[in-house]
C-alpha cells in the first residue's frame, strides 16, 4: 500500500491541474507540447483556430504551472514544465487508447 504524502493543498493542487487539462483544446495543446517547444503562431495554425484562442488556452495552463514559456525576440515558445507533466500527458493518453481499444474487442 502507497503511503499518502500529499496533504489538502496537495490534493487541491493536483484536481487544479486536472481542471485545467481537462478541455479538449487544452489537451490537445498538451499534447504537442510533450513532443517539444512550439511558439504561439505555431500552435495557432496546428489546431486550426486564432492566436488569441490559443493564447488564452496557453495563459490558464501557465497559470496552473503546466507550461512553461520563453521569449525569443518577438516570439514566445511553450512547453511542457516538466517531466511529470509530460509523464501525465502520455500516460493518460495511452490510457484513453487502450480503453478504446478493449471496448473495440468486446
Do not use: N
Amino acid at each position: 500500500i502507497r503511503p499518502h504524502r500529499a496533504d489538502d493543498d496537495a490534493f487541491e493542487r493536483a484536481a487544479s491541474l486536472f481542471r485545467a487539462a481537462g478541455d479538449v483544446a487544452r489537451l490537445r495543446l498538451l499534447d504537442r507540447l510533450a513532443v517539444g517547444e512550439w511558439c504561439v503562431t505555431e500552435l495557432a495554425d496546428a489546431a486550426g483556430v486564432g492566436l488569441s484562442t490559443v493564447s488564452q488556452q496557453l495563459r490558464l495552463l501557465r497559470a496552473e504551472r503546466i507550461v512553461a514559456r520563453r521569449r525569443a525576440g518577438k516570439h514566445i515558445y511553450y512547453r511542457l514544465a516538466d517531466a511529470h507533466m509530460r509523464a501525465l500527458i502520455d500516460s493518460v493518453l495511452a490510457h484513453a487508447i487502450e480503453h478504446d481499444e478493449d471496448a473495440s474487442d468486446g
